[in-house]
């Protein structure tokens, strides 16, 4: 999705832009702008492809001491110089940023073109801007304000006008913006990576609201004018956790930073003295959480696949019936709202258009919605009805990786206090807090195969199809292997039950297309092997991940790659690190863009 970039202060401004449309690089885009004041006016230095193109024709010296800068993801109108960002007004003397989707744009663009304006673009963004002009009439607040409720649909906007030097003016609806507060400067952005290495202290606007800013001052309003008070947030994380650390890509350091992640994800909420688990955000009382007879868990990609796993284990462990859907299907399935029914929105990002609209839609209808998400301060984390962070750190790879691990982490312990709640003995409750905090160690020990999963990536990425089977809380886990393959090899893959196989995919087997399968030795052991018996006998090749030690699948198995034995439930945790380091290494070995994958965005605020 696309990033946004504004800086009023006394830094020379060009720099502080191009520094924080690298930190956004990762949200996906095709092409970057940034449009900086200067003596003569705005300097306007656009380009398609990557950040570098830009930065090979920005003048070397940084110049300017305001300036706005953005990454376009493109939605309206194709990846050119002209559709690039910032769009100007006729006049040239404004200047537009924006991320979201204007979807009366056409009817505008017609009006202002009978008012005789010129647009040089496609995009929707640039009748923003000639809207903007017209209505202009000394106050730039005022003509955003006026704008904004000729708009239909999401944006975050920010505005500059060369009458106002060292202002901007930031709107938002549907697209996440905030602001960063410096000492004698100001930032705009869409999020925390663009502006932490400059200041921790940062205000959330909502949506509706707007922000006059200048380099020592804030003022935020409702779209009605009234003047609104924002309290200063601290962003707990830190600069550094924004950096590759050494490695060479940040999804690879996301993997392997799992072993920590968990860690805080489980810190201070596993309680041994009464043997469950302690999450303060839930904002619910034990009545209330005794009263639950249903869960429903609403997503979207990986974030759906933890909701799966976190089904499972409800049903399971807690007895309580539960299952996961994906959010934009139950949003426009005109979903019945049952009494007593909890639902859990899981998101990453915590801006996911799909998500968040569906939740806005169970709410709507009485539901209470809990957030369980990464970025604080995300949209959904606010407009849930409480929640958990997962605390699993910035996650920059467009693929995720240590936040669905993070995701189940917090729902697992969501299910030990459901557990402990209703039938879980004490003894059963330790047994879980010990398998829970037995996770990390036990990935240390899979890191070590990476070389051997590099040679296996390397022996079967050169393939059209890669299938990837599972059974019971496991098949989310060979569903999520197929997505994580799919979307930085670009190799076809598909997840499902294992025991599905035999009813039609069965008919893909050739000796070209390598089946994974993740083999517990657990109740459906065996099960799994009569399924990869299925395949072998017709010719396929098979990867089994499999618990240290089981000897079944070496006779069957072309490559074993081996996990430490645990209990059935923890397998999730451990199946996930293979399958996430075989798409890294397929990736990387067919030359892909391994953290920024083609067309794909880290946080989808689109529908
Ligand atoms: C996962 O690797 C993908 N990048 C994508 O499926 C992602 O999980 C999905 O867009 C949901 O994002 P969220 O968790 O931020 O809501």
Redesign the pocket.
Known sequence: MCGIIGYVGKKPSSEVLLEGLKRLEYRGYDSAGICVDSPEGFKIIKSTGKLKNLLAIVPPRPFGHNGIGHTRWATHGGVTESNAHPHTDCSGKIAIVHNGIIENYEKLRELLKDKGHSLKSDTDTEVIAHLIEQCYKGDLTKAVLETVSLLKGTYGLVVMHQDHPDMMVGARNGSPLIMGVGDGEMFLASDASAIISYTKQVIYLQDGEIVTVTPESFQTMDLDENIINKDIDIIEWQAESFEKAGYDHYMLKEIYEQSESIVRGMKGRLDRTHATGHLGGLNMTTEELLKVERVVII??????HAGLVAAYLLESMAGIPAHAEIASELRYRNPIIEKNTLYFA???????MD?LYAMRELQRKGARVLGIC?VVGST?ARESDGGVYIHSGPEIA????K??TS?MTAMYIFTLIMARLRNMSFEDGLEFIDEMEAVPEKLKTIFKSAPKIEAIAKKYCHTESFLFLGRGINYPVAMEGA??LK?ISYIHAEGFSAAEIKHGPIALINEKTPSLFLVTDDRLHDKIISNMKEVKSRGGKIIAVAAEGDKDVYGIADDVIEVPKTVEYIYPFLMSIPLQLLAYYSALELGRDVDQPKN?????TVE
Do not use: D, R
Request: proline content about 0%; glycine content about 6%.
């Open positions: 997503a979207a990609g990986t974030s759906y899981i998101s990453q990002s915590g801006e996911t998500t990464n959904i467009v693929a995720s990786t936040a669905f995701q997505l994580k979307e794909l965005a880290k946080s989808v």
